[in-house]
């Protein structure tokens, strides 16, 4: 296990397409999820995409309750028209929180660690992560979704003036 190094916004891996990954049971991507999950845990966060360390392939990971679990070449749909602006952060903009508006539910499906087919339904926070995180192997990250720009500032001054609502 290891902690990889987190890629930081203005680094061109998180501006990239990432890659269809067609098979998930390879060692070194068994290996990959170990320690990206070991370096979301480090770094405290809730979900990371495989091109924050540094690697442009379609997967990501997330806290599902006590578990990580691992998402490989994730496709989403919204489920209904249902809108919620909550806040984000990323562990590539260290710091820093903005108001992102998404879709409420979701209907996902990849594959597992397992290389075998998942789909579900996800809504709030789990719905949130999936789609900041798909964002990420897509190139995008949270500010390119923001519209309302007076909602997006540093952690300690956002928290200072009570902002940071849900
Ligand atoms: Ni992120």
């Known amino acids: 296990m290891a902690i990889l190094k987190i890629a930081r916004m203005g680094h061109p891996v998180l501006l990239q397409q990432a890659e269809h990954i067609p098979d998930p ?13 070991e370096t979301m845990l480090d770094a405290g966060g809730i979900g990371l995409a495989a091109p924050q360390v540094h690697l442009p392939l379609r997967l990501f990971i997330w806290r599902n309750g006590e578990q990580v679990a691992a998402l490989f070449n994730p496709v989403l749909t919204p489920l209904g028209e249902e809108l919620e602006t909550a806040w984000e952060g990323c562990l590539s903009i260290p710091g820093l929180r903005g108001a992102v508006t998404r879709p409420r539910r979701i209907t996902f499906t990849g594959l597992d660690a397992e290389g075998e087919p998942v789909e579900g339904e996800a809504e709030g926070i789990a719905a949130r992560v ?8 897509n190139g995008l990250l949270y500010p390119m979704r923001m519209t309302d720009f007076t909602r997006f500032g540093f952690v300690e001054e956002l928290a200072r003036t009570q902002e940071q609502k849900r």
């Open 25 to 37: 049971t390879l060692p070194e991507l068994r290996r990959l999820v170990r320690d990206m999950a």
């Open 130 to 137: 999936m789609q900041h995180e798909t964002d990420h192997l």
